[in-house]
């Protein structure tokens, strides 16, 4: 049995994973609950400082809806349709109007930091696997392309007008 300790989700532990966040060259980290992989339900924290691009993907299989709840910081969510439009945005905080999102399997998405130290709760179906090609956004630059930085400050701009 796991020490009950590390059943508490504390103010020092979103300490921890937004600092690693912060020294991450994602600018993103993430803590399991869930023991590996293999598990049938991820839970997780998830911390994310601003300048972490994540590609617009999506989730086909039908059990992979994916719900964050903010914790602390601001995240911004922004949905796309097939083409790359943006369809909807928001920002998330603590205690705020909007705090949690919810993703339906098959719906183009990224999220951003808004602010440094920002973490989430993270709950989704496993077992982990990586995204297949058809999950990627294909008129969205991949993580790492030169072009990733300009799409994202674009995605940032949309998102702080909301």
Same mark, same amino acid.
């Given at each position: 049995?796991?020490?009950?300790?590390?059943?508490?989700?504390?103010?020092?532990?979103? +300490?921890?994973?937004?600092?690693?966040?912060? =020294?991450?060259?994602?600018?993103?980290?993430?803590?399991?609950?869930? #023991? +590996?992989? =293999?598990?049938?339900?991820?839970?997780?924290?998830?911390?994310?400082?601003?300048g972490s691009?994540?590609?617009?993907?999506?989730?086909? #299989?039908?059990?992979?809806?994916?719900?964050?709840? @903010?914790?602390?910081?601001?995240l911004g969510?922004?949905?796309? +349709?097939? #083409?790359?439009?943006?369809? =909807?945005?928001?920002?998330?905080?603590?205690?705020?109007?909007?705090?949690?999102?919810?993703?339906?399997?098959?719906?183009?998405?990224? @999220?951003?930091?808004l602010e440094?130290?920002? @973490?989430?709760?993270?709950?989704?179906?496993?077992?982990?696997?990586?995204?297949?090609?058809?999950?990627?956004?294909?008129?969205?630059?991949?993580?790492? +392309?030169?072009?990733?930085?300009?799409?994202?400050?674009?995605?940032?701009?949309?998102?702080?007008?909301?």
């Open positions: 049995m796991k020490s009950l300790s590390q059943a508490i989700v504390s103010q020092s532990l979103l +300490d921890a994973v937004s600092r690693a966040a912060a =020294e991450s060259p994602r600018r993103r980290m993430n803590r399991n609950f869930h #023991d +590996d992989n =293999e598990a049938p339900c991820h839970r997780l924290l998830n911390a994310i400082e601003p691009y994540i590609q617009p993907h999506r989730h086909l #299989d039908p059990n992979k809806e994916e719900s964050m709840i @903010v914790l602390r910081g601001m969510v922004v949905f796309f +349709d097939e #083409d790359g439009r943006v369809l =909807e945005t928001a920002k998330l905080t603590p205690g705020g109007e909007n705090v949690a999102v919810n993703i339906p399997v098959g719906v183009y998405h990224s @999220v951003l930091g440094a130290g920002t @973490v989430f709760f993270e709950a989704k179906a496993g077992p982990y696997l990586p995204l297949l090609p058809e999950e990627k956004a294909p008129w969205a630059p991949g993580e790492g +392309d030169g072009a990733a930085e300009a799409y994202h400050a674009g995605l940032l701009a949309r998102v702080m007008k909301t």
